[in-house]
C-alpha cells in the first residue's frame, strides 16, 4: 500500500453528467454493483448520476459498497427556489456526495467560486461530502496563469470548517474534459503538490493532508494507471469512462 494510501483512502467517482434514462440508469448501476463485489476494493467507489434515477440507482446499489452521489445541489435549504434540489433533499434519496463547481455548471450556468462555497457550506450542514472542482482553462494555461487560477478557485470554492472528512478537492483542468487531451504525469503530479500547499496555507497542515485530491479530465483505462500512480493524486473523477461498466471497472482495478 502507497503512503498517500495510508493517510487518504483513494476515491474513483463516476459522472454521469446528463446521460441515462431510468432502464440505463438502472442496470449501468447494478452491473457496477455486481463487478465490484467480485474483487477487492482498493478504493471508495461513487457514481453521480442525474437527480431523476438517483432514487431507481440507490436501489440498483442496495446490498454493494457503491456509494451515491449528486451532480449539484442548491445553497438553500428549502424553499422559494424553483427548480433546484436542496443537499437535505439529496440526503433523503440516499446520497453521500456532491459534486459542485464542475467547470460545465461553472460555464452553462455562470457559477462563481463563491456560489460553489455557499453550497459547500450548506452540502456540508446536510451531512454531505464535497467534491469540488477546480481548473483552468487552455488559454490560462497558455497564459502561463493555471497555478494563479487554481488557488483563486480553492481560496474562494472551499470553505473554511472543510477537512478530509467532507471535503474532496477534483482537479479538472477544463481543456481535457471530454477531449481525450491529458496534461503529462509531470504537470498533473506538479499542480497536485501545489494544490495540496494551497490547501496547507488555507485550512492548515493536518486538514490538508488528510484531503483527497482527485484528478478529472479524460481518464481511461489507458492512462488511468500512470495517473493513479502520482504524488498527491488520490483517485479520479470520471465522465465518459464511467458510462461503461467494463472502462469503469478497469479503472477501479488500477488502484493500486
Ligand atoms: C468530468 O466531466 O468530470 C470528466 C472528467 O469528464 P471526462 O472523463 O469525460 O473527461
Known amino acids: 500500500m502507497a503512503y498517500k494510501h495510508k493517510v487518504r483512502k483513494p476515491l474513483i467517482a463516476g459522472n454521469w453528467k446528463m446521460n441515462d434514462l431510468k432502464g440505463d440508469a438502472r442496470s449501468l448501476a447494478k452491473s457496477i454493483a455486481l463487478e465490484t463485489k467480485k474483487i477487492d476494493l482498493n478504493c471508495e467507489v461513487l457514481i453521480c448520476p442525474p437527480f431523476t434515477v438517483l432514487s431507481g440507482v440507490k436501489n440498483a446499489l442496495w446490498g454493494s459498497n457503491v456509494k451515491l452521489g449528486a451532480q449539484d445541489c442548491s445553497w438553500a435549504e428549502n424553499g422559494a427556489h424553483t427548480g433546484d434540489i436542496s443537499p437535505v433533499m439529496l440526503k433523503e434519496v440516499g446520497c453521500e456526495y456532491v459534486i459542485l463547481g464542475h467547470s460545465e455548471r461553472r460555464t452553462d450556468h455562470k457559477e462563481t467560486s463563491s456560489m ?3 453550497k459547500a457550506k450548506a452540502a456540508h450542514k446536510a451531512g454531505l ?3 469540488i472542482c477546480i481548473g483552468e482553462t487552455l488559454a490560462e494555461r497558455e497564459a502561463g496563469l493555471a497555478k494563479e487560477v487554481c488557488e483563486k478557485q480553492i481560496m474562494t470554492s472551499v470553505p473554511k ?3 478530509g472528512g467532507n471535503t474532496v478537492i477534483a482537479y479538472e483542468p477544463v481543456w481535457a474534459i471530454g477531449t481525450g487531451k491529458t496534461p503529462t504525469p509531470d504537470e498533473v503530479e506538479d499542480m497536485h503538490a501545489f494544490i495540496r500547499s494551497v490547501l496547507v ?6 486538514p490538508a493532508v488528510r484531503m483527497r485530491i482527485l484528478y478529472g479530465g479524460s481518464m481511461k483505462p489507458s492512462n488511468a494507471e500512470q495517473l493513479l500512480s502520482l504524488k498527491d493524486v488520490d483517485g479520479g473523477l470520471i465522465g465518459g469512462a464511467s458510462l461503461k461498466v467494463e472502462d469503469f471497472m478497469s479503472i477501479i482495478k488500477k488502484v493500486k
Open 116 to 118: 460553489v462555497r455557499s
Open 129 to 131: 461530502r464535497t467534491i
Open 161 to 163: 470548517e472543510s477537512n
Open 201 to 206: 496555507k488555507k485550512l492548515g497542515a493536518m
